[in-house]
């Protein structure tokens, strides 16, 4: 959010930032086996992984285009259609609701610029469950190996290590998702993570993809998506929490998903409206990250209602 934020300020702060996509696909790859795994291997239907997906990510995906779609709508009746082509943005939105990309360069979803990532998550979580489905079995170490490789290979062969999010790189964001999701998936299934590391090992491993939001050396950036995150992950997993800092995960947890979906198409809404147009672009930014954060907070217990409304009425619908 604050990458985001300051880039639309011109204040760049974090250049580093974009490696926190990079972590989450890893940490989407140790959740989704955790989570579906067995199920899929003893006979989960692709329908129903396929439904509970959606019902995971799309309402709160939908909200955020929708605040997109009504913020450039906005613009375009302020601006009296100036530099605006009204039918492109209701293909923008018919386009986006069915999670189709745009591919004539730019973002692939102008909307909500992050929704790219989300995009992917849902490929590659079909991805892993036809793999899963047919082989019975997580990718061992050959072959993790074997992927990582035709990554880098692919990485430095085109010259791009931040690739996915517009119409120019999008086709290099595939082996970007693919690679992160099953080393995620691979660290849970090879149990690595559950062994019991010293502090002095793990505090440091475990803080320092932090620092390289800090960073303006994207090829380290790049490498340690590759080596230092997945063992920051493997460090991090390995901790068992107590009962307060399970609530506190969870409530960080919570709020992640609504923060990043909302985040973008709210900053420009604010600056659309112009209401801290008078403010410096630090107190501007700090003001709405705080706004951002609380109108998570109201959405989230919104979402969860949907997402079970959906799932009983979807499961009434089946039977």
Request: charged share 10%; proline share 4%.
């Amino acid at each position: 959010m604050i990458y985001h934020y300051s880039q639309q300020s011109g204040l760049h702060w974090l250049s580093g930032a974009w490696v926190s996509v990079d972590l989450f696909f890893i940490l989407s790859g140790f959740v989704i086996v955790y989570n579906y795994a067995d199920k899929i291997i003893l006979g989960m239907s692709f329908i129903d992984f396929l439904i509970i997906r959606l019902v995971r990510l799309w309402p709160l995906y939908l909200f955020g285009l929708s605040l997109g779609f009504f913020t450039t709508i906005y613009s375009f009746f302020i601006n009296y259609g100036e530099g605006f082509e009204f039918i492109r943005i209701i293909n923008q939105f018919l386009f986006g609701i069915f999670w189709i990309p745009t591919l004539s360069g730019g973002s692939i979803f102008p909307l909500n610029n992050p929704a790219w990532s989300l995009f992917f998550e849902l490929f590659v979580n079909l991805l892993f469950f036809i793999i899963l489905y047919f082989f019975k079995k997580m990718p061992n170490n050959i072959f993790i190996a074997f992927i990582i490789f035709g990554y880098l290979f692919i990485s430095f062969m085109f010259r791009k290590i931040n690739p996915g999010w517009s119409g120019e790189n999008f086709f290099l964001g595939f082996p970007r998702i693919v690679t992160e999701f099953l080393m995620g998936a691979y660290i849970y299934s090879s149990g690595i993570y559950q062994k019991k590391y010293p502090l002095y090992l793990s505090i440091p491993f475990i803080m320092a993809p932090f620092f390289l939001f800090f960073t303006n050396n994207h090829e380290i950036s790049f490498l340690s998506t590759i080596f230092l995150i997945p063992i920051s992950i493997i460090f991090a997993a390995s901790f068992n929490l107590v009962s307060y800092s399970r609530k506190i995960c969870k409530i960080l947890g919570d709020l992640s998903y609504p923060i990043y979906v909302i985040h973008f198409p709210f900053f420009v809404f604010i600056d659309q409206i112009g209401v801290f147009e008078d403010y410096f672009p630090a107190q501007k930014i700090g003001i709405t990250s705080m706004l951002c954060i609380v109108i998570s907070f109201i959405i989230v217990d919104f979402d969860i209602n949907i997402r079970k409304k959906l799932l009983n009425f979807l499961n009434i619908y089946k039977n």
